[in-house]
């Protein structure tokens, strides 16, 4: 069975900090991982995918099979970036994702 | 184009009651995802639709939950005898196909008295 664990519901950090919310998952074939986003009022939305290995809006996630990680980190935190963070993990001949319980970050000013 | 579209955006009921959500996937996309969201706990697969092929429901949690897909394209999430452990955001999300990015809807807040 595949699972996705964020070790932290909460992580809350000063502006031009760097930041890393955790993602750890358990597959043991070759996994698809996201990033999803919600911002306050916002509907979730897609930050990143791991095979995309692009930067969005300043985050990066690098996705380590040894340690079946795909951390999310940001260099310098902004106040824009507080929200809620979700990792998914999709694999398999369905394709249902496996959404983790979700990062609260907050940024302060 | 529009994006993901789900009514209503908010639906207050009495326990036992039977609750219709809705949701209008992108058009075009293939695979459609409801999921129950819930405080603190993150999100939570119901029911699963690719294409024509039969439906994945194996996140339904009693059968008082069904969901259909008509045409390929609106979906409807009927939850009957509502009790009040069903009171959650329910999302709606589709895909282009699977394994790909999903996009979401705003979801329904359904809250049961």
């Known amino acids: 069975a595949q699972r996705v664990t964020q070790p932290e519901k909460l992580l809350s950090v000063f502006k031009g900090a760097p930041v890393e919310l955790k993602c750890n998952y358990s597959?043991?074939?070759?996994?698809?991982l996201f990033w999803y986003v919600q911002y306050s009022r916002q509907r979730l939305q897609l930050l990143l995918r791991?095979?995309s290995r692009e930067s969005i809006k300043g985050f990066t996630a690098d996705l380590n099979k040894g340690e079946t990680s795909f951390h999310l980190k940001k260099p310098f935190a902004q106040e824009e970036d507080s929200a809620m963070y979700y990792c998914a993990l999709a694999s398999g001949g369905s394709y249902i994702p496996t959404f983790g319980r979700g990062t609260s970050l907050i940024v302060h000013p | 184009g529009a994006g993901v579209s789900q009514s209503p955006s908010n639906k207050v009921t009495e326990k036992g009651k039977d609750v219709e959500l809705r949701c209008d996937p992108i058009s075009g996309h293939t695979a459609l995802y409801w999921y129950r969201q819930s405080l603190g706990q993150g999100l939570e697969f119901l029911i699963y639709?690719?294409?024509?092929?039969?439906?994945?429901k194996s996140g339904l949690p009693s059968d008082r939950f069904s969901a259909e897909r008509t045409g390929g394209s609106v979906s409807t999430l009927t939850i009957q005898r509502t009790q009040q452990e069903d009171s959650a955001v329910y999302l709606c999300?589709?895909?282009?196909?699977?394994?790909?990015?999903?996009?979401f809807g705003d979801g329904t807040r359904l809250s049961i008295l």
């Open positions: 999300a589709s895909s282009q196909g699977p394994g790909q990015p999903q996009h």
């Open positions: 791991h095979i």
């Open positions: 639709f690719q294409g024509n092929s039969a439906p994945d």
């Open positions: 597959y043991s074939g070759s996994p698809e």
